[in-house]
């Protein structure tokens, strides 16, 4: 639902009166939807577990970087599907592209596996060449590793 205001006000978010207020930039407006409370399940769990399993490999700001150049030159290819995502929704694309790939459990890697293993998603360019990443000009300048 589009969102209109009486009193100027350019942003606002939030929860009030059972709705969600939100700023969305891709359509610079304001929406609001209903509130609710996920129900606890085992998926929320697991999906819970594996995000902090991804957020605690802690990637190196070098490979961070070569992340935030990937996303720069894959928007500017025309070629390829518009992607609107950051750096961390690249990082978990790419780890579990991964986990697809050599059917590993993301709530259990680790930094030590990923390296003892010699997964490909350790660089930027090594993912492309796996076909974990779409392939973009400029690729194999990024090898910063995780």
Request: charged share 25%; with cysteine; aromatic share 10%.
């Amino acid at each position: 639902m589009k969102v209109n205001y009486k009193h100027l006000i350019q942003a606002y978010r939030g929860k009030l009166d059972g709705l969600v207020y939100y700023y969305h930039p891709g359509l610079e407006r304001c929406l609001a939807r209903k509130h609710v409370i996920p129900k606890f399940t085992e998926n929320n769990r697991r999906w819970s577990a594996i995000s902090r399993n991804m957020r605690d490999l802690q990637p190196s700001p070098g490979f961070r970087d070569d992340l935030r150049v990937y996303l720069y030159l894959r928007g500017r290819r025309p070629a390829l599907p518009a992607y609107r995502g950051n750096l961390w929704n690249l990082f978990t694309t790419l780890m579990w592209a991964q986990a697809r790939a050599a059917d590993l459990d993301l709530e259990s890697l680790t930094r030590a596996e990923i390296e003892a293993l010699g997964l490909p998603c350790r660089t930027v360019k090594t993912a492309v060449e796996a076909g974990l990443l779409p392939e973009v000009a400029g690729y194999e300048l990024l090898v910063r590793e995780l």
